[in-house]
């Protein structure tokens, strides 16, 4: 069974940083796309920044130049580094990925993680 976990989250002062890893398990054939996203209370879940496989990178524009994805297709990792972080960026984080796994019948798809909180006090 695919299970994606987070792990990173917490409380970060305005102006410091912070890093994310969501990690990837399980029988999995490939992982094409992995990404971030974000909910903030009372608000829809959005993209964050996303990362294929073979590096190309995409960011929502209220987090370019201060986010960083990345990835270690060696580990099935993805890592988000937060530097100054805003008030605003607090939410939770859920870790993504489109990946194929080997079992007849399922093949590719979209998996999420549990989510992990990040508070950031002004």
């Known amino acids: 069974q695919v299970q994606l976990v987070e792990s990173g989250g917490g409380l970060v002062q305005a102006g410091g940083s912070l890093r994310l890893s969501c990690a990837a398990s399980?029988?999995?054939?490939?992982?094409?796309?992995m990404g971030w996203y974000r909910q903030a209370p009372g608000k829809q879940r959005e993209l964050v920044a996303t990362?294929?496989?073979?590096?190309?990178?995409n960011y929502a524009d209220s987090v370019r130049g201060r986010f960083t994805i990345s990835r270690d297709n060696a580990k099935k990792t993805a890592y988000l580094q937060m530097n100054s972080p805003k008030p605003e960026d607090t939410a939770v984080y859920y870790c993504?990925?489109?990946?194929?796994?080997?079992?007849?019948?399922?093949?590719?798809?979209?998996?999420w993680g549990q989510g992990t909180q990040v508070t950031v006090s002004s």
């Open positions: 993504n990925a489109d990946l194929v796994v080997p079992v007849p019948g399922k093949g590719r798809g979209s998996y």
């Open positions: 399980g029988i999995i054939s490939s992982i094409n796309v």
């Open positions: 990362i294929t496989s073979g590096g190309s990178t």
